[in-house]
């Protein structure tokens, strides 16, 4: 079984370099480029994710470029599939947002240039051998 | 038979001269003062007035072409309507004040209907003697003052003279405040020369730093492009590669974590110097036994964000050790204009004197290439933000000194709790001066506060675990805490919460992880 992990971030170079890291390290890796994007994609995944990395500061579901808009499309992942987990994954160094984050429901708050720990994390989530 | 009259007359003329003189001297002190013109002019017509008893009194100041004297201060509604004209006169012009001002030397009506150069102002009707006293200071006319009496020849030779003096006293006072003025214009076009200049200077050596860090990224990428496409490629230069790369987003990371730092709070609050002290050591990775803290009697709270000020004395810590420092010694005080000093000194390597103004610049570093040279300037910033100021002296070979003062801060707030609500609050932290502070109060309001990590008999409400503590790591206190069952009353307070920790420890299961409460209303707070 591959784990599956849907990336929601704006930013083109991110978003790949994310994937390749994850896709590396065995997952199966999808990214969308804002909150409209993101949900649409995540609600018809079939099967569904097993993780979502979200960006903060990005399109909203009116596609408006927003400081927290992935917090919104949190909400609503964390309605629809409630214990999935999430990681926001943020270029701001905030600790309230952090806060804001994890009372939300997010499983973890990642500043980005500070990553290096992000896949210990993801293991740690979606344990198990390295699937294939 | 009348030796003793004139009396009256005479006491009238004491009465007078007597009042002339506290007059002078009134001014005498005015002048030396008041270096606002806005706040002396009016002054000193309102005295001349009411000593004198005068209709009216104005001062004229020569304007910057030095071709008209602008009414700068009038008595009364009339002084208001003139002022509020824009009223001139030309020097030199058909005027009392313009012929003293050309001709520098007094003008003097005892009757203006005679007056060939008396101006009849609308405003002044019942003006019958005038006075055109120059302004001089050195050998510049600066102004002239006018006097004016409802009365024909009010103007006793003894009125003259005094009158003389007093704007002998007032040109002197007009001068030196032109003199404040120009010096402190020549310091803003200084300071915005330099400014420049250091933008310039940063800009220039910003572009330097960052091409120096992306030729080799770039260079590595080629390499490594054209070792992929390669049959056999060289692992060797490929590892180097990889490294420069690593090192290079290292560098860049290091710029950005200087330049934005971790968001500010919302507004600087009372903070207890001597706990951010702690809190910056432990940061900085500064030995217990190489820190000594001093504070002053009275050393009030500091108006600071916390979690900035502690970046900034973070980064003067790791200069020292950088600098190969043994002991850094913190001296906290009470300073003059209701500020705090805070002296950091080190027995490091020193700066040289060449570049003790320069280290305050972007980019500018005394160690090796791969430092950024922001630790200063960021300190520099934030001190400012907090409108403080920061300078350094520094003995090579000897060690450096920072000499910071930042503005105290006095707690007016109190500590209020819910009615019947009196928490039972285990405190987990050193016995250091902020626990002292918090059980203290929390204990007037009627709290129970206990110390340690154990607790017998009643769990208790709340457990307040401060995350600078010496005695023992915090990762063992809490996980001793989870063990015990009370996480979740468990909040952990920091003076400068940092993302990676504050994820971890709500993570972990911690009720809140907040910013540490320095005063009564925080404390309240927090409790909730």
Not at chain 1, 103 to 119: D, I, Y
Not at chain 2, 286 to 292: D, E, S, T
Request: charge should be negative; aromatic fraction near 4%; hydrophobic fraction near 45%.
């Amino acid at each position: 079984m591959t784990y599956r992990i849907l990336i929601v971030d704006d930013e083109p170079m991110v978003a790949r370099s994310m994937q390749k890291t994850l896709v590396r390290a065995g997952y199966a890796v999808q990214t969308a480029p804002s909150c409209g994007t993101g949900w649409a994609v995540f609600e018809v995944a079939k099967p569904a994710f097993d993780l979502v990395l979200l960006d903060l500061n990005m399109p909203d579901f009116e596609g408006t470029a927003t400081p927290d808009a992935g917090f919104s499309l949190l909400d609503k992942v964390a309605a629809a599939r409630p214990g999935l987990p999430v990681i926001i994954l943020s270029a701001y160094d905030d600790v309230n947002k952090a806060r804001q984050a994890i009372a939300r429901g997010a499983r973890g708050f990642c500043v980005k240039g500070r990553e290096q720990s992000l896949l210990d994390q993801i293991h740690a989530i979606l344990p198990g051998e390295a699937p294939q | 038979m009348s030796q003793l009259s004139p009396l009256p007359e005479n006491l009238q003329k004491v009465e007078r001269q007597t009042r002339q003189l506290q007059a002078a001297n009134l001014v005498g002190r005015e002048v030396a003062s008041i270096l606002d013109l806005n706040e002396l002019l009016p002054r000193m017509v309102d005295i001349i007035c009411e000593t004198y008893d005068f209709y009216y009194a104005g001062v004229f100041l020569l304007d910057e072409t030095r071709q008209w004297a602008v009414l700068r201060a009038g008595r009364g509604q009339a002084g208001k309507a003139l002022i509020a004209e824009g009223h001139k006169l030309e020097v030199g012009g058909h005027s009392m004040i313009g012929w003293a001002t050309g001709h520098r030397q007094a003008r003097i009506a005892l009757d203006v209907g005679e007056e060939a150069v008396h101006f009849r102002n609308p405003h002044l009707p019942h003006t019958r003697s005038e006075m055109a006293l120059p302004l001089v200071a050195g050998n510049k006319v600066v102004g002239a003052l006018t006097v004016q009496s409802t009365q024909e020849r009010a103007f006793s030779e003894e009125d003259i003279l005094t009158l003389q003096t007093m704007a002998d006293h007032l040109a002197v006072a007009i001068n030196n405040a032109y003199l404040v003025r120009d010096l402190e214009r020549a310091n803003a076009e200084l300071l915005r020369a330099k400014t420049y200049e250091a933008l310039t200077a940063a800009t220039t050596q910003a572009i330097h730093w960052i091409g120096n860090r992306t030729l080799p990224m770039t260079t590595a990428i080629q390499r490594l492009k054209s070792d992929l496409a390669s049959d056999r490629p060289d692992l060797a230069s490929c590892q180097e590669d990889l490294d420069l790369l690593a090192d290079s987003v290292r560098q860049i990371v290091e710029v950005k974590e200087n330049l934005l730092g971790p968001v500010r709070e919302q507004r600087p609050r009372p903070a207890m110097l001597a706990d951010l002290v702690q809190a910056a050591a432990l940061q900085a990775g500064v030995p217990a036994a190489m820190l000594r803290l001093e504070i002053a009697a009275n050393t009030p709270l500091v108006l600071a964000d916390t979690a900035q000020l502690v970046r900034v004395l973070c980064n003067l810590f790791r200069n020292a050790l950088e600098a190969r420092a043994s002991q850094i010694a913190v001296a906290l005080a009470p300073a003059p204009n209701d500020e705090v000093a805070i002296h950091v000194n080190d027995n490091g390597e020193g700066i040289p004197a060449e570049m003790c103004d320069k280290v305050w610049a972007a980019f500018v570093t005394t160690k090796s290439a791969d430092h950024s040279g922001l630790g200063l300037p960021a300190a520099l910033l934030v001190v400012n933000q907090l409108h403080g100021s920061i300078r350094l002296t520094s003995h090579p070979g000897k060690g450096t000194s920072f000499h910071l003062l930042l503005p105290a801060a006095h707690d007016s707030s109190k500590l209020a709790l819910k009615p019947g609500s009196a928490p039972h609050i285990l405190l987990v932290d050193d016995d250091d001066a902020w626990a002292r502070f918090a059980s203290l109060a929390l204990g007037v309001v009627g709290c129970t506060v206990m110390q340690g990590l154990e607790f017998q008999g009643t769990t208790p409400d709340q457990i307040w675990v401060d995350e600078a503590l010496e005695v023992q790591p915090i990762q063992e206190v809490l996980a001793h805490l989870k063990a015990a069952g009370v996480l979740d009353r468990t909040i952990v307070i920091s003076a400068a919460p940092q993302v990676e920790r504050v994820t971890r420890y709500l993570q972990m299961g911690v009720r809140e992880a907040a910013l540490k409460p320095y005063s009564l209303g925080e404390l309240g707070a927090l409790i909730g």
